[in-house]
């Protein structure tokens, strides 16, 4: 009775628990469902993409400044400087910036349609390879804001002292803004803007490249290359840096996911995610950065797959706009906190497979959590929901259960952004197999080294009147940056000094007046988006083509196989039976040699028996010693005649030649 009692209880206590737990899992899902959303972040990122000398960055929000590494990402509020011999190169969007020495350059904004860039000092230039109906690409400098209307390349100059800009166009146009006033710069033009409130401006043509635009072409060229090889067939080309897959690993054909792209210059045993370090980069929160000179676009697009003991990375959609992840990667451990069994705590992560749900840190709308996994990997929507709703449990991570895909590190090498390779700990495969998996990142404050890198090199950072210098803005930037924008109250005759400027120029007139007439926005982004419409239908029609050319290709090579095998089997059937033919001659000759033989020796044989049937026998020698045995008495024989053949006659078969003498006769006998 008391046993039915206790068991009764306790299935009473645990329906208890249970219905206490699911409310509370209800009420933290109906919580975070009541939370507002944050902002969404911005659909791309800028990336450093190259790194020759002293180049040094100020993180947005930062007093310190610190060194610039490969593949950092940049955003909104972010400055970077180049000392005297140094030179950078920043992907973003359609454009390549790159920076010569003594060049300081901030972003004031760079958003899913806006690039807009601060130069205080320096020479930069700017290439454009395509722009979208709504793009908007802007360098303000200390006298003007110059915004560019075409794909092309531009250089832009700014002198120390901040009160002069050069504009060259190579190929291009754009439109330099002042308060009141705008210029437009056409193909094969150089603009110099000199002063603050007296503007003027100075027409005149491009001279002879200087070595900082020949590294640029070059630069250029590369781009070009890489637009046309096979990565581009396989990946979008808003994918930031997938110009240096080409020539860091090989493509291939894979039943389930497609093409696949294979890493050739890795260690062994190496994995994804495992050489580099981890950064706070606001608004994203924590971001992954790769050592390898290649590694952006295969650890911010896209997802990872173990194929046979290799690791491919398999891109996402090629024919949509790709949104940029800070890192795509499952957590080891439980939401919020992640924590595997370690001394002291620590984090454990590994690589999202296709068609697994990337989740964010933050609270974002679903709008964007939707995009940035459908635009990166196949995956369908209502399974997107599911998972961020928490409606899915125990979802089978396939890259978990790889051998080495999983990477743990102490919490203070994760948050002193330390290098992963040489902070790694060991942990079991059955040890990670038994904890739990989050899909979002782990809710840990940034530190000091965080924002700025890790990186303890001493940098020198810019002047403070270049630092702080501030520009004109023909577009208001985010409030964060807006003690770097001169307002136009201040330059209450500046359109007058930029249209007189404009009017005593020596540049003649004729050349003046043929400036296109004003276009209306609203049309002029319908035709864009049109254009871009018609661009991608072709590049659409295009890679269709390609891919049914790939695919006639691929029937003629395997009908070509299937021919060439069969040919093949022919061959071999053909030289099988002539070997066959030459063994059985071989055996008959063999034979036919062998009974000759046999015959020759029974005739041999048979001449022999012959011919000593034909030779007398000698009697048996008597022993002189001792008388021979008594014989028993015979009847005398008569001795007939021996018939004799003509001692002349050869031919005759009984034919003897005549003995000499009767030892010689014996002697003939003893031989015989």
């Known amino acids: 009775m008391i046993g039915s009692m206790a068991n009764t209880l306790s299935r009473n206590g645990m329906r208890a628990l249970a219905a206490l737990s699911l409310s509370l899992a209800f009420g933290f899902a109906r ?13 791309r990122a800028a990336r450093v993409s190259y790194v020759d000398g002293n180049v040094s960055m100020q993180p947005a929000g930062e007093e310190d400044w610190t060194a610039a590494i490969l593949n950092r990402p940049l955003t909104t509020g972010d400055k970077l400087w180049t000392e005297s011999g140094s030179r950078a190169e920043i992907q973003v969007g359609p454009a390549a910036v790159r920076m010569d020495s003594d060049t300081g350059l901030s972003f004031l904004n760079v958003d899913d349609d806006t690039i807009q860039m601060r130069m205080t000092a320096g020479v930069m230039n700017v290439s454009v390879h395509w722009l979208e109906g709504n793009d908007h690409i802007e360098v303000d400098t200390p006298n ?14 700014v002198d120390d002292r901040g009160d002069t800009t050069v504009l060259k166009i190579s190929e291009g146009e754009a439109e330099a803004n002042a308060p009141g006033n705008d210029v437009i710069v056409h193909n094969q033009q150089v603009v110099t803007f000199r002063g603050y ?61 497609g093409y696949v792209w294979t890493p050739t210059h890795v260690v062994a045993g190496w994995a994804p995610y495992q050489f580099g370090r981890w950064v706070w980069v606001s608004p994203w929160g924590w971001t992954w950065i790769d050592d390898s000179p290649w590694g952006y676009a295969p650890f911010h697009y896209g997802r990872w797959a173990s194929i046979r003991n290799r690791w491919c990375w398999v891109p996402g959609p090629r024919a949509v706009r790709a949104v940029y992840a800070p890192a795509l990667v499952g957590w080891v451990g439980s939401p919020g906190s992640v924590n595997v069994s370690l ?22 709308s679903p709008r964007y959590v939707e995009r940035v996994n459908v635009t990166n990997t196949y995956v369908s929507r209502a399974h997107i929901k599911d998972v961020i709703g928490n409606v899915v449990h125990d979802v089978n991570y396939r890259n978990r259960a790889v051998p080495g895909a999983v990477t743990v590190v102490s919490r203070n090498a994760f948050t002193n952004s330390e290098r992963v390779d040489r902070n790694r700990v060991r942990v079991t495969q059955e040890e990670i197999l038994r904890s739990r ?49 001169r307002t136009p109250d201040r330059r209450t005759d500046l359109s007058r000094g930029v249209r007189e400027a404009v009017e005593q120029t020596s540049r003649p007139a004729p050349a003046r007046t043929d400036r296109p007439p004003p276009r209306d926005p609203q049309t002029w982004r319908d035709a864009q988006l049109q254009q871009r419409r018609q661009q991608q239908d072709a590049q659409r029609e295009q890679q269709e083509s390609r891919d049914q050319q790939v695919r006639e290709q691929q029937a003629r090579d ?36 062998q009974q000759q033989v046999e015959r020759h020796q029974r005739q041999e044989v048979e001449r022999r028996e012959v011919q000593q049937r034909s030779v007398p026998q000698p009697p048996p020698r008597q022993d002189r010693a001792s008388p021979p045995p008594p014989q028993p008495a015979q009847a005398p024989r008569a001795e007939q005649p021996r018939p004799e053949a003509p001692r002349g006659d050869r031919n005759s078969r009984n034919w003897e030649p005549k003995s000499q003498s009767p030892k010689k006769d014996n002697d003939q006998r003893d031989r015989n």
């Open 197 to 257: 409130d007296q503007l003027s401006a100075q027409f005149g043509t491009l001279g002879a490249p200087d070595e900082f635009d020949a590294w640029s072409l070059e630069r250029d060229r590369r781009s070009d290359r890489m637009a046309s090889s096979r990565t581009s067939e396989y990946v979008s080309p808003d994918v930031t840096g997938y110009e240096d897959l080409e020539d860091n690993g090989t493509w291939s054909s894979e039943a389930e996911y």
């Open 144 to 157: 003007v804001a110059v915004t560019l209307l075409r794909p092309g390349t531009y250089r832009v100059e």
């Open 31 to 43: 919580a975070q469902d009541s939370q507002p959303y944050e902002a969404d972040p911005p659909d």
């Open 437 to 485: 998996v989050s899909a979002s990142a782990p809710q840990i404050a940034p530190v000091r080294e965080s924002r700025l890198g890790g990186t303890r090199t001493y940098v020198r950072p810019p002047p403070q009147a270049i630092a702080e210098r501030q520009v004109i803005v023909k577009r208001n930037p985010p409030a964060a940056d807006a003690r770097f924008v």
């Open 343 to 364: 001394g002291g705590g620590g984090l454990a992560w590994f690589p999202l497979a296709p068609r697994e749900v990337y989740v964010p840190a933050r609270r974002y």
């Open 558 to 593: 395997q009908q070509a196989w299937r021919e060439a095998q069969f040919q093949q089997r022919r061959q071999q059937e053909d030289a099988q039976r002539a070997q066959q033919e030459s063994r059985d001659q071989q055996r008959n000759i063999r034979e036919s040699v």
